[in-house]
């Protein structure tokens, strides 16, 4: 039986890979980690961050794996089957980002990318705001990513934090900020 199972792997690791997660992620145990992935997933729709399957979250498990949403979840039906288990050093920025952050959150604002083509970041405008949002920076994919906002010309932004909600709370701030900079802009 066991041959079976371990030529099972070797022949559909992908599959493999997907029940363990969907049978890791449904115990009782990780129940607030899936609920929390929900609500920061419903965050990022409802503030209009990332279009439903275009936005990924990822949380930092141990000092060598994460739990970041699959690639296509939609991000408004977030349940244990769309949860993968990911090294931390795979090359997404998502997951590199957790190298140093215990959660990231990854979308694409209109604002902040229409600002990132002009090779700005948003002006400090509003203190609370700004306190918010962290450090926003123009960066590249390959990191690193320091704790705040990395907007990544022509792809999308990551925000990194303490905890998803601290992560799409910045995400959220530096929108704001964004938008305010490119009105502001459009006045003058």
């Not at 970041?68 to 979840?73: F, L, S």
Request: glycine share 8%.
């Amino acid at each position: 039986m066991r041959r079976s199972v371990d030529r099972a792997v070797q022949m559909q690791p992908r599959r493999v890979d997907r029940i363990r997660n969907d049978l890791l992620y449904a115990a009782p145990s990780e129940r607030d980690l899936v609920a929390e992935i929900r609500r920061a997933g419903e965050r990022l729709l409802a503030a209009g961050l990332a279009p439903p399957t275009l936005g990924a979250l990822a949380v930092r498990r141990s000092a060598k794996s994460a739990t970041r949403t699959a690639v296509g979840t939609d991000l408004g039906c977030i349940d244990n089957r769309a949860l993968d288990t990911v090294p931390i050093n795979d090359s997404e920025p998502l997951v590199t980002a957790l190298a140093s952050h215990e959660a990231a959150a990854w979308g694409v604002p209109p604002m902040l990318l229409t600002l990132a083509e002009s090779g700005r970041v948003p002006d400090a405008v509003v203190d609370s705001m700004s306190e918010a949002a962290g450090s926003i920076r123009l960066g590249v994919a390959t990191g690193p990513f320091p704790e705040g906002v990395t907007v990544i010309r022509g792809i999308g932004v990551v925000a990194a934090g303490r905890d998803l909600d601290d992560a799409v709370t910045r995400l959220e701030a530096a929108e704001i900020l964004a938008t305010i900079t490119v009105h502001m802009t459009d006045r003058s």
